[in-house]
């Protein structure tokens, strides 16, 4: 049983494009993330919810609208996509507090073309 | 999240121990210390955490200096499976936002058979 999953695994589109990944935890945490990991290997968070409410938007273009239907489900929208969008996106669950620990999904690499 | 400070890499031969450091001298009273690996083309992965007590688990130990500003990671016998980049990352207890996780560049572990 895969704690967090990610699909696809894999996403080629073309620029101008709209896409969404999804991303599902069963480990009953109350709080999703979306990270993005650049060229360079940086891994930056971009969202994040508790509970399905917003509590983490760091200056992410406003292309980019997560959407949580369920405490379990964090999926990621993405309109009008840019070269600059290629990257490997990572999604992370955790319960809230600063003990909790982070567990993260295998990662979508998108590649737009 | 305060600062942490980590040597860029590291290189280790297998079957020894490895001490991977980590200086945090802005640390707060109520920051945990947490320790994340992500291993090639795989998303991060949880290691080890503590406040002020040195921890074991399966993994690995950390050792936490008794001022609280800086850590070591010990892996007791390396293997080829422990090459990954290495973070050490501190985790404020206040509300929202501030429990997330903020990753900084790491420490790339090279290990020699």
């Known amino acids: 049983d895969t704690a967090v999953s990610q699909t696809p695994k894999y996403l080629v589109t073309q620029m101008g494009n709209d896409k969404s990944i999804k991303c599902e935890q069963n480990?009953?945490?109350?709080?999703m993330y979306w990270y993005k990991q650049d060229s360079k290997k940086f891994l930056k968070i971009m969202f994040s919810?508790?509970?399905?409410?917003?509590?983490i938007n760091e200056t992410v273009p406003n292309r980019f609208s997560p959407k949580s239907p369920d405490k379990a489900h964090l999926n990621l929208h993405i309109n009008s996509l840019e070269l600059g969008d290629s990257a490997v996106y990572f999604c992370a669950s955790s319960l809230e507090g600063a003990r909790g620990t982070y567990t993260f999904g295998s990662g979508t690499r998108l590649t737009v073309v | 999240d305060a600062k942490t400070t980590q040597p860029n890499s590291m290189e280790s031969n297998e079957e020894e121990p490895v001490h991977l450091p980590c200086n945090h001298s802005?640390?707060?009273?109520?920051?945990?210390i947490h320790w994340y690996r992500q291993l090639p083309s795989q998303g991060p992965e949880y290691v080890i955490h503590?406040?002020?007590s040195n921890v074991n688990n399966r993994m690995a130990s950390l050792a936490i200096a008794e001022d609280r500003k800086s850590s070591t990671l010990i892996l007791h016998r390396a293997t080829l499976r422990d090459a990954a980049v290495y973070y050490c990352?501190?985790?404020?207890?206040?509300?929202?936002?501030?429990?997330?996780?903020?990753f900084g560049k790491g420490t790339l572990l090279t290990v020699n058979p």
């Open positions: 503590g406040l002020t």
């Open positions: 990352i501190l985790r404020a207890r206040g509300g929202g936002s501030n429990y997330k996780l903020t």
């Open positions: 802005t640390i707060s009273g109520t920051d945990y």
């Open positions: 919810y508790n509970n399905k409410e917003l509590i």
């Open positions: 480990l009953g945490h109350d709080t």
